[in-house]
Every structure is written in C-alpha cells, then in structure tokens.
C-alpha cells in the first residue's frame, strides 16, 4: 500500500474550504464596465503606436530641414535658435511619451483580473492596519467604524489603528468601539515620529499582532486614515490570493469623494487607476497601490517586512516581493473611497513627496534585499525614476529657455523651401492627431476625468524639480534620502483679513511668484516673437513669418499650455471653488454613526474637467497649418 497523504494543516485546510467558496461576480454593471475596459486596453496601445512612429517621423524629417537649411546659408543667431527650438521640441518628447511606452508594452495582451466574490463563513485571518499620524479625528473614526462593519466573519479579523501621533483622544475613541467589535485594536510606538514613517509603523503593527492572542493573521490589509472601504472589501480582494498561490498582493484602485467641480487641480488619480495600472497588470507588473491591498503575512516576512529605505515604501514592498518570487495583481473594482487634500499647499506637500519617492525608490535598489531581482525587473524599478527626473528637469529648463529663443525674434523652425515647410506641417498634424487621440482614449477610459493635452498639471513642475535639485544634493552630500513630514488632510487658512495680505500670501508663502514670473516671460517672448514677424513680413507674407515663430503650432502648444498651467495655483488660491462640507457628501446613520461617500460624492459627472482650452489648441494648430499651407 501507498503511504498516506500528509494531513493538512489547520491554515491549509481552511484555505481550501474557502478557496471552493470564490466565485466569478454575476453582476451585469460590471461585465459591461469590463468589456469596456478590454476596448480601451486594444485601442490604446494601437494609438500610443501611431503616436510614437509619427513622432519619429517629424522629428526625423525636422532634423533633415535643419540640415538642410544650414547648409543653405542658414547661421548665425538664427541657426542657434532653430537648433536649440528642435531640441526644446524633442526633449520635451521623449519624456512626455513615456506612457505611449507603456501602454505600447501591453500591445496584444488586453486582460483583466476577474472580479470574484468569497463566500461563506470559511476564510482566512486578516489583520487590517489603518495608519495615522495627526489627521483630523472625524476622518480617522469614519474609517474604523467602516472598517469594523464590513462583510467579514467576526471572529477572523482584527482592526488595528497604528497612532504615530501618540494620542490619548485616538486612544480612547478607538478603545470605546471594541463594544462594537472586540477584535479592535489601539497601537503606538511610544514616540511621535518628526517624519513620514509609514513603513515603521505598519512594521511595528507586524511585530504588535504576533503578541495578540492566537499571534499574527494569515493576511495583512492596509488602510490610509481617509479610505472607507466598502463592505465587500475582503470578499473582493481576499479571493485573488486563495485561487492562486503564486499571488502575494491584490491592490484595488483608489478613489476620492471630495474632489472640487470640474478638479481645477488635477487632483483625480483616475489616469493611474484606469489606464497605467491596467496596462501594467496586463504585462504582469502591477504594484501596490498603497491603501487598501491585502497581501500574505508570510510573504511580507519573507522579505524582512515593509522596506524602510524609501518614503514610497508600496512600490518597493512590490518590487522585493517580485525578487522573491512572488506575483501582484491589481483589481480593477471600486472597494475604497478617500480624499484628496482640500487646499493647494497640501496637495502640492503631497505630490513632492511622490515626485521624490518615486526617485528615492529607484536609489534603494542597492539594498541586498533587491540582489534577486531580475534584469528587467530593476530596469522596471528604475525606468519611472528616470523618465519623471528627465521630464521635470527638461520642462523647467525648456520653461526657461523659450521665452530666451522667442525674444530673439528668430524664426524658431528651420527650412530651405516652402515643399519643406509644408511636409514638417502635416507632418506636425499627424503626430499632433496621433497623440491626441491617445489622450482622448485615455481620457474616455477615465471617465473623461483628465485634461486632454496635459493641461492643468504643468504647474507643479518648479516645485518638483526644486523637490529633485534637494534629493540630488542630499545624496551627494552623502545626507541620504531626504525625509517628508506627512501631507495631512487639513484645509489651509484663507481668512487674510486685506487684500495686501492675501497676495503676500499667495506669492511669497506659497511660492507662487514664480509662476508670475513665468508666466510674465512667456507672453514677453510671444511679443517680441510677433513683433519681430510684424517687422519683416508683408501682406502676403505675414502669416507665415507669425506662423513659423511664436506661432509655429509645437512652439504655441508650449507657451499657450504653461500659461495656463501657471495661472491655475494663482487663480485657486485667489478664488478657490467653494468646498463642500465632507458630512454632505456623507450618507450617515445617525445611531451607528457608520457613514459612506453618498451618490453626490461619487458623482462621475461631476468632477469632469473643463476640456475649452485644449479644444483651443486643437482648433488652433489646424487652422493655423491649414492657413500656413494655403500662403505658401
């Protein structure tokens, strides 16, 4: 006789109970929504193609026209300036296309995660962390109390609030709920933290949980303070790891129910959610999402816990799991709604420290720990850091630089005849039509929450890079990577009793004469460039001498959106979009106090961009070849 099968464990046996109760969701809403996202996922990486191989084109030919027409005599300031005009245009390209590279690795590979539902009352432990450090205490609480009530056996989880603020109110408030739900915890390391250390706290919440009677879960969950979660949260997420014992993580996308009308900010990650992280998990590179993943406990100790050596400590939790073997899938399903910072300093607090996170990730790559990584997998870990570096670096020189060449009064394209100048016009155009119907994609698969063209975010860019000139310095001063202390959700003060007062504020406290500046250089340019076109040109030829400088639609398409980008923080802080309450947005019973983001709050409608200056630029670059072509 054969020898018996080993038993299984406790842990193994209740796995597989509960991997037999996963089931596909039966809901029609989502298979429509799913199908969709197929579409986009085949379309997308078609137009990021074209996008790509039209931009080659026009810049290949331009570089021939440049060739060309110094070799026809062309010299002098003009040569410089139509030399230093093409590699404004090209380095601003190859940085910018950085996600048509992306979305071209997922070519022939449209797949989504399938959404499942974990049935039944057999399932695995589950300690969910919810991190704090200071945030308003109203937050915090609407999260525990989502967090205690959601659809989940009782008795196999445990909600555990990590304070880094050392609060005794905190404590106290998550004390009385334990009523509610005994398997409610309160932790703190003792000490509060002068810098953003997520990654310590939820280690010290690892080390916490194994004193807790009956020790450490099978599955670890984290929460920012803001994000409520659903009541399905675990039923859709814990599924992905019980039916494929390859899977360390599932990550679901973030939302945020407090964005103003119209998102004057930009604010919606919507683009990160709907389109990156689709087209990574097609290639089987997702990383965590930050909030809101469920990942196993035995894979997190495999790796020694959440790395310390980056203030992005998700992507680098992601990027060791994968050099140990592990695999991190990300759900396309609404399971989480949170915030986004209510004032404009906050929410650019926030986004400097991702710009150096991300960067800082990429430097702690020579931990040990990131030895076992493969080739393509460093190359993955590194290649963001360098495209944002790159990007940040060329647009603020190129925001520099172009008010210089336009107050040359040269042309700022070069060509021998006018069969050239035409062919770099349509050559323009198709490279112009290729991208923005990438960004219409993109924009549709999000829900048509993003500004076509890019506006609206360029703003952040001197700040940014400012953020990288401190992580650079640091590290060759051999200081290290730079800390943050945490971006908070509070609203900033704007009770500035004098006009004086609140434009000292706006330019000098929050650093927004520089975008005055900016933007005083830039239409200077556009009037010296114009002026001197006005100058030389006659009737028939004005159009294109206007045409071919501050004109010349790539040249246009720069100035016309970094005005507008720079006119966005002065234009908020002066007028900022009345904020609503977050209690309104807020569907609450008033004897549990439990409360969800309401039907208003989810509105997809209503945070949708206004699109009326990039439909300006559009129509401008057509007429204006359209009109090029016809005086030639």
Known sequence: MGEAAPALTLKESTWNKAAANVQLLDDPREKKREQDQLQFMQRIPKAALASILSSWLYFGYSFKCLLDAQAAALSGTALKVAWLSYALQLGQAIPNGTPHLLALSAMGKAKRQPLLRLNGDVTPSVDIFITYCGEEMDVLMDTVRATIAIDYPPDSYRVIVLDDSVSFEVETEVGKL???????????????????????????????????????????????????????????????????????????????????????????????????????????????????????????????????????????????????????????????????????????????????????????????????????????????????????????????????????????????????????????????????????????????????????????????????????????TGGGVPLFTPSGLNVDVRTAKTLASRIKGVLWDYGFIIHVAIIASLLSGVTASLSAAYKIGNTQSLWIELFTRAGWPPIFLAWFTWILDCWT???????????????????????????????????????RPSQTAAMVAIIYCLGACGLAMYFM
């Open 178 to 476: 334990k009523a509610d739900h005994r398997q409610t915890y309160y932790s703190t390391r003792g000490t509060k933290p002068t810098t953003h250390t997520k990654a310590g706290n939820l280690n010290h919440g690892l080390k916490y949980v194994s004193g807790l009677p009956g020790g450490a879960s099978d599955l670890v969950a984290v929460l920012d303070v803001d994000m409520i979660p659903s009541p399905h949260w675990l039923r859709a997420l814990v599924p992905h790891l019980l039916v494929d014992s390859k899977v360390a993580m599932a990550n679901p996308p973030q939302r945020q129910y407090n964005i103003p009308d119209g998102d004057p900010l930009g604010q919606t990650m919507d683009i990160l959610f709907d389109v990156m992280e689709p087209s990574k998990s097609a290639t089987n590179s997702a990383w965590c999402c930050g909030s809101g993943f469920v990942v196993r406990r035995d894979a997190l100790n495999g790796i020694g816990g959440v790395p310390e050596e980056s203030i992005n400590e998700d992507i680098l939790t992601s990027f060791f799991l994968k050099a140990a073997g592990w695999e991190i899938v990300y759900v396309h399903e609404d399971v989480q709604w949170g915030l986004v910072p209510s004032s404009i300093t906050t929410h650019l607090k926030q986004q400097k420290r991702t710009c150096a996170g991300i960067v800082s990730t990429a430097a702690a790559l020579w931990n040990p720990r990131a030895q076992t990584m493969t080739p393509e997998e460093k190359y993955g870990a590194i290649f963001p850091a360098f495209a944002i570096s790159i990007s940040i670096s060329i647009n603020m020189a190129a925001m520099v630089v172009l008010p210089l060449l336009m107050l040359s009064g040269a042309p700022l394209v070069a060509y021998s005849t006018n069969s050239q100048l035409r062919a770099i016009s349509v050559l323009f155009l198709t490279k112009f039509l290729a991208i923005f119907s990438y960004d219409f994609l993109a924009t549709q698969a999000a829900n048509y929450h993003l500004g076509l063209l890019g506006i609206m975010v360029g703003w952040m860019i001197p700040f940014q890079f400012m953020t990288l000139a401190r992580f650079a310095l640091s590290i060759v």
């Open 569 to 607: 923080p002065l234009s908020y802080s002066f007028n900022p979009p009345e904020a609503m309450a977050r209690n309104t947005l807020m569907d609450r019973d008033p004897k549990t106090l439990l409360a969800y983001p309401n039907r208003q709050a989810k509105d997809q409608l209503r945070v």
